[in-house]
């Protein structure tokens, strides 16, 4: 039974990282030694079982988080429910992945424009201390960001938590007051299954573009 | 009997837990809500922050500067129970292994239990409950008032020993720890109170199962955005980050691994939780 201890799909990175420490006995890992899996990390990207599995990892919207929207309006998690979206955690004062998150999914929303309507764009801050809805209409208008299609969405510090436990963000509060995050972009259907996963910003948004269309089917 | 396994051999080889010692032992004098133990504040060295450092002197400065302060608060004097769980179930259905919804428990959720509501051979009522995910395991803490400790809260605890409030650099302390790690679990598991001691009273932080942290998705391993990058080099490359010294804490260590392999659904066979109340936070 101990043979749990590591679950789950990040077995083989941890079980190799813990080889190559034996192993090495001090010696630095170097990339080529990644343990991730190959085809994690030639993409980065995480296509998320179909059907099967999608159902089996649930609905977001079975989380009853409180949402406060950039205008300030206060709204459900479920309240998303019914529209494609494509959404990431970010926080407005970061100044370098959370940018390049945004830009990417831009990009994306440029690549729809005109042939996919109804494809909503979520940015769920991790910053319940200062993005408020003032911080986040700042950070949508410095980042020229069209409302009709984009929200950006603060929670309580222990709905910001949740979320992230359920969407597999890791992030944690340097003491300088940067978030220290992954940096994913997911793309949720309707009813609020995860769809896609990507890790890290990619220079190749074709896989996102292809997990919308077909979460729209 | 058939005990689910879902996980290789390489990773059955690295995962041991589990260790007896001779019977339970007093602790000291404890305070506190019924159940749990009042541990008193204090400061302990994570170990993805140890630095490097040129010679001894400047790393044990360096080591205290790195400390990080932890508020006193209650802990639960074991890890939650079968028992326990069992009667957090027959009052919350919708946390019963048949009815718990998929996005907050597993396939393996509950799985060593006979049934919804009966526990069999694999769950002795004593024993620690484990097959929880995050979800269920602060669910089962908050209709008590409660929640799980955060990393820096159960780290500071793990650190002690049964006579030292810090035995993080006590070799046969981590000797200790590193044998237990490579030793496999009993089935079934023991029950509470079979583990080790602390100098709190707090009992069986080692020796019994691996415990949820609140915050065990703070371990940034993966390397994908600018803050990991730093956090990354230390724990994946940890041992050279740490120093040949610092390399003995090698239980912390594999703590730290193991937190990072987890998602909160996950639901495993040698993870258990406690909780805490009326904590001042850490930092």
Redesign the interface.
Known sequence: ????????S??????G???V?IA??????RQAESPLPADARAT?AHELPAAAGA??????F??DLALVDQEGRQLRLADLRGTVMLAAMVYTSCD??CIMVTEQMKAIERQLAGVDGHVRYTLFSLDPGRDTPEAMRAFARTQQLDTARWRLLAASEDDV?TL???L?????L??NG???????IFVIDGEGVVRHRQ??VGPDGGALVAAVRRARD | MH??????????A?????FLLPGPRPGLAREGEPGMIRVPAGSYAPLYRQPTAADDAAADAARESARRRVAAFDMDEYPVTNAQFLAFVHQHPEWRRSQA????V???YLAHWKGDLELGPLAPPGSPVVNVS??AARAYLRARGKDLPTVDQWEYVAAASETDRDASRDATFLGRLRAWYAR??P?PLPAVGSGAGTVYGVRDVHGLV?EWT??F??????G?????S??D?T???????MG?SD?ENYPA??RY??R???????S????GFRGVKNGGGT?
């Open positions: 039974m101990t043979g749990n201890m590591f679950p789950g990040a077995r083989w990175f941890v079980g990282l813990l080889t420490a090495s006995g001090g010696a630095c890992g980065g159902i089996d990892q649930g609905s977001i079975d989380l370098s992945v938590r992230a436990a359920v597999g963000v890791r992030y944690q340097e003491e940067e978030i220290a995050h992954s940096a994913m890790v890290g | 005990y689910p396994v879902r996980l290789p051999a390489i990773a059955a690295m995962a041991g837990l589990l919804k998929r996005l907050f597993d396939d393996n995050w979800f496999s679990a089935v691996w609140l915050d998705n703070s371990a940034l391993v993966t994908e955005s600018r803050g990991d730093a956090l080099r724990l994946y490359c940890g041992s050279g980050a040949a390399f260590f594999m691994a193991f990072s392999s987890l998602e909160a659904r996950y495993i066979g040698s993870l930092r």
